[in-house]
């Protein structure tokens, strides 16, 4: 991991099929994990970025082949994914007016479907973008949380009172 503000870059590319979702979720666990997060953090990372993945494979494509990429930049302190397809990309201000304010109090019976992808995705990460130019890009950033313990704490010597 570079610490001088460059990022080391991994790159994947999969079919847009279900079933490789797994093989995105196993690359940004290893990613995390090597970034340093917590075991809760990757837990949230591998899921907002399986999130990210259905919406591509459920409606970029509409039916037909396609690839989703994942890249992940490591820095120092904070992980960037972006998940991106080439598939149809669609207005981000219509589909939140369609969904609407989230009732916290409304019974699940209530709640639309549709777009609660995208309001997990902002409820793990720490920053979440979508852009449509073409395509969908979905980026998203868990920062790195330090536990504030000294770098000297091996050296801390107990004295007899």
């Given at each position: 991991?570079?610490?001088?503000?460059?990022?080391?870059?991994?790159?994947?590319?999969?079919?847009a099929r279900l079933e490789y979702i797994g093989v995105a979720r196993l690359?940004?666990?290893?990613?995390?994990?090597?970034?340093?997060?917590?075991?809760?953090?990757?837990?949230?990372?591998?899921?907002?970025?399986?999130?990210?993945?259905?919406?591509?494979?459920?409606?970029?494509?509409?039916?037909?082949?396609?690839?989703?990429?994942?890249?992940?930049?490591?820095?120092?302190?904070?992980?960037?994914?972006?998940?991106?397809?080439?598939?149809?990309?669609?207005?981000?201000?219509?589909?939140?007016?369609?969904?609407?304010?989230?009732?916290?109090?409304?019974?699940?019976?209530?709640?639309?479907?549709?777009?609660?992808?995208?309001?997990?995705?902002?409820?793990?990460?720490?920053?979440?973008?979508?852009?449509?130019?073409?395509?969908?890009?979905?980026?998203?950033?868990?920062?790195?949380?330090?536990?504030?313990?000294?770098?000297?704490?091996?050296?801390?010597?107990?004295?007899?009172?």
């Amino acid at each position: 991991m570079n610490i001088n503000g460059s990022a080391d870059v991994i790159d994947l590319t999969i079919p847009a099929r279900l079933e490789y979702i797994g093989v995105a979720r196993l690359l940004v666990s290893g990613v995390a994990n090597r970034a340093g997060l917590t075991y809760d953090d990757i837990e949230d990372v591998k899921l907002a970025v399986a999130e990210a993945c259905t919406n591509a494979v459920q409606h970029a494509y509409l039916e037909q082949e396609g690839s989703i990429r994942i890249q992940c930049q490591l820095f120092c302190d904070r992980l960037l994914i972006q998940v991106a397809d080439d598939g149809v990309s669609f207005d981000m201000e219509r589909e939140k007016m369609k969904m609407g304010p989230i009732d916290r109090e409304a019974s699940i019976e209530t709640i639309t479907e549709g777009g609660l992808g995208l309001f997990l995705i902002h409820s793990l990460m720490d920053e979440v973008d979508v852009r449509n130019d073409q395509g969908i890009v979905v980026s998203m950033v868990k920062y790195v949380q330090r536990d504030g313990v000294a770098e000297d704490v091996d050296a801390f010597t107990r004295t007899e009172i």
